[in-house]
Nanobody, 114 residues
Framework: QVQLVESGGGLVQPGGSLTLSCKAS????????MSWVRQAPGKGIEWVTS????????GYPPFAKDRFFISRDNAKNMLYLQMNNLKPEDTAVYFC???????RGPGTQVTVSL
């Protein structure tokens, strides 16, 4: 079955950086567009970024553009999210998921605070 396991979260100061990773298994990873989404405390799921199967066409909402960068390694079934210039409002649980499905992993907590 589909398994998605996120890692790399933690506590970081405003302006800092983190790189999240997602290990995928149970499906043909290289054939699937993938996404990162997040959920802040008390809020709904928010789209963070997506990338096509080949890994050469990412997409970002305005808040993530020029700060967040998605990438993938199809040989390793890995998805990554590099986050720069983090802000307190980026505090959330971050999840990876297939673009075509609502199913996601357990998530990794990112906390941006002094």
């Amino acid at each position: 079955q589909v398994q998605l396991v996120e890692s790399g979260g933690g506590l970081v100061q405003p302006g800092g950086s983190l790189t999240l990773s997602c290990k995928a298994s149970g499906f043909n990873f290289s054939a699937e567009a993938m996404s990162w989404v997040r959920q802040a405390p008390g809020k709904g799921i928010e789209w963070v970024t997506s990338i096509n199967p080949a890994g050469d066409r990412p997409g970002y909402p305005p808040f993530a553009k020029d700060r967040f960068f998605i990438s993938r390694d199809n040989a390793k079934n890995m998805l990554y999210l590099q986050m720069n210039n983090l802000k307190p409002e980026d505090t959330a649980v971050y999840f990876c998921k297939k673009w075509s499905s609502v199913e996601r992993g357990p998530g990794t907590q990112v906390t941006v605070s002094l």
